[in-house]
């Protein structure tokens, strides 16, 4: 029988800041699990990718960018299987993100979006702080999240904005409690927490927070999906962000076992999430 053909795409470099190895590491992780169960693998830097290439029939992709992204669109509409889906890479960018949580009553930071001209104005900070991030994509240089108690770093942050030309950002309220990182795959098959300060892994106790992961995920239309909680002191979770595919650095040998064993499972039923 002739083997399961699959091309695996690694995110750009440039939304991949300080994390390019750990990025590719995820990629080759699940990619070398599909070639040991019999699959034809291939890998492309995202960068490289032109329209001349022949449609694959699977793939497993990391890309950002608008141009990879347009070409991933047209191969699914022409019957490629693709994870994660052009749309859900999409709703994480932070203006669709912070909207399709709020709808589904996903517990987030209080949060607004206000365009950079009208910041200086529209935003005061307090000694409880504040967030500022990038409107559109995640964080791709330094600065692009930044943390505001006063006016000075306001206008630092503001001036990074501006001149990096990013029209809108995202202002979200400081919420105290233990930072947790989670992982997951599907809706059923993988799911791991860490504490961020201390790597602690917390998974047998973060039942809440796989929950709402599981949700936001679903709601957003990731399939291989990362974020960052803040566990109140009532244990419950607020969602500060979602990801598609991250790096899985904590656990990247179980996660790519999984990733690989989701898709063939997903393959052989035709169905996604």
């Known amino acids: 029988m002739k083997p399961s053909v699959l091309l695996g795409i690694y995110r750009e470099q440039i939304f991949s800041p300080g994390k ?37 029939e699977n793939v497993l992709s990391m890309a950002q960018s608008d141009r990879v992204l347009s070409m991933l669109e047209t191969w699914s509409s022409q ?20 909207h399709l949580l709020s709808m589904a009553g996903i517990c987030i930071p209080p949060s607004r979006i206000v365009a950079v001209k009208e910041a200086g104005e529209k935003i005061s900070p307090s000694s409880d702080g504040l967030w500022l991030k990038r409107g559109d994509v995640h964080a791709i240089e330094p600065g692009d999240v930044a943390s505001v108690r006063c006016k ?39 799911f791991r927490a860490y504490l961020a300060a201390s790597g602690e892994e917390i998974t047998s106790r973060a039942g809440k927070l796989r929950a709402v992961a599981r949700q936001a995920a679903r709601v957003v239309g990731l ?13 419950e979770p607020v969602v500060v962000d979602l990801n598609d595919w991250p790096s899985f650095s904590r656990c990247r040998q179980s996660a790519g076992k999984s990733i690989a064993a989701y898709f063939v499972a997903r393959v052989q039923s035709n169905t996604g999430l």
């Open 152 to 190: 000075n770093e306001l206008d630092m942050a503001l001036e990074h904005f501006a001149g990096k030309g990013v029209r809108d950002i995202l202002v979200q309220e400081h919420i105290n409690g233990p930072v947790v990182k989670f992982y997951g795959v599907g809706q059923n098959e993988y």
């Open 20 to 56: 390019i190895g750990d990025d590719a590491a995820i990629m080759d992780a699940a990619v070398e699990e599909l070639s040991r169960r019999g699959w034809e693998v291939s890998t492309r830097n995202a960068e490289s990718m032109s329209d001349s290439m022949p449609r694959p």
């Open 79 to 98: 019957g490629s299987r693709v994870v994660n889906t052009v749309s859900s890479v999409l709703n994480c960018y932070r203006k669709r993100l912070i």
């Open 223 to 235: 399939e291989i999906y990362g974020g960052d909680a803040v566990l109140t002191q009532t244990d």
